[in-house]
Nanobody, 122 residues
Framework: QVQLVEAGGGLVQAGGSLRLSCAAS?????MAWFRQGPGKEREFVAG????????SYADSVKGRFTISRDNAKNTGDLQMNSLKPEDTAVYYC??????????????????WGQGTQVTVSS
């Protein structure tokens, strides 16, 4: 069982930046960030392979967000730049129990963090 703990959320003005971090209690495989806005379903934001060499992004964040990981520290980060009010959501870190490649489907992930709120004001 792996526990994931997110940090770094908060309130920021449109155009600003935030960096989210995810600390894992043990080894993780592919990791991803998802988000869930008010009244919306949970959606894929970004994913990264176990080795870190393959990343993927939702079209809505491509060019603004960057996912990374440090396997030596069992951590993952999401750098968010040029934030928009529509980025407001609870952001979740997720890890697959097996599998080196990330996917966009929440059901493929076995471990989840508790979520961290990101609010972008206009």
């Amino acid at each position: 069982q792996v526990q994931l703990v997110e940090a770094g959320g908060g309130l920021v003005q449109a155009g600003g930046s935030l960096r989210l971090s995810c600390a894992a209690s043990g080894r993780t495989y592919a990791m991803a960030w998802f988000r869930q806005g008010p009244g919306k379903e949970r959606e894929f934001v970004a994913g990264i392979s176990w080795g870190g060499g393959i990343t993927s992004y939702a079209d809505s964040v491509k060019g603004r967000f960057t996912i990374s990981r440090d396997n030596a520290k069992n951590t993952g980060d999401l750098q968010m730049n040029s934030l928009k009010p529509e980025d407001t959501a609870v952001y979740y870190c997720a890890s697959r129990g097996t599998g080196s490649r990330s996917t966009y489907r929440p059901e493929d992930y076995d471990y989840w963090g508790q979520g961290t709120q990101v609010t972008v004001s206009s």
